[in-house]
């Protein structure tokens, strides 16, 4: 298995480590030619989402990934990578993100809180949005202060907050678990 990580802003090395430090192997996407080698699952990291949606879209890339991640291409999206999933953005996610969401002075807090078939995980946000909305379709995992800091539809997994920069290895390995078996055969992307 190798998972493609979105390397074009924002947080994406500490990604590769975690997954490295689990037995994964990954690679970075920066342009189309890296895109066409994701086939098993996809890290949308954390960072500025509008920089982010920006630069996808000069580099071509805003369809295909809306579209892999339609025909189910396990994707993991934190924190901007959240809000780029969302229905005002990618709209590949039956959810709506709420952009900056605790405020400047608040915008960065550590907290442990429970994660819906994993327990009690450690949290840190970054000026991090939250789930202001969901469809029945979406499964919430997460909630902090009485809002959805983590959910789930289909082969879709979000978190508000950044995993990647703590030392609990649980949440990468459940989307490891929801990458098994999954392979994306669309056309660009079926060459070996
Ligand atoms: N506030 C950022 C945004 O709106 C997200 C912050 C982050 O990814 N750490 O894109």
Not at 41 to 70: K, V, W
Not at 134 to 159: N, S
């Amino acid at each position: 298995m190798r998972i493609a990580i979105l390397a074009l802003q924002g947080a994406f090395a500490e990604h590769r480590q975690m997954l490295s430090r689990i037995g994964i192997d990954s690679f970075f996407v920066r342009n189309a030619a890296d895109w066409q080698q994701t086939k098993d699952g996809l890290i949308i990291p954390g960072g500025e989402s509008t920089a982010m949606m920006r630069i996808i879209s000069d580099e071509g890339l805003s369809q295909p990934i809306r579209e892999a991640i339609t025909h189910g291409l396990p994707t993991f999206g934190t924190c901007a990578g959240l809000i780029m999933l969302d229905r005002v953005h990618l709209n590949t996610m039956n959810i709506l993100a709420k952009r900056n969401a605790y405020g400047r002075q608040l915008g960065s807090f550590r907290t442990i809180a429970e994660f819906k078939e994993i327990g009690r995980v450690p949290m840190t946000f970054i000026r991090a949005p939250f789930v202001a909305e969901t469809d029945t379709d979406v499964e919430i995992l997460a909630e902090v202060d009485g809002r959805i800091v983590a959910a789930r539809q289909g082969k879709q997994l979000v978190t508000a907050f950044h995993p990647e920069l703590d030392e609990d290895e649980r949440i990468h390995r459940l989307f490891i678990d929801m990458c098994r078996a999954f392979k994306y055969e669309s056309n660009h992307a079926s060459t070996s």
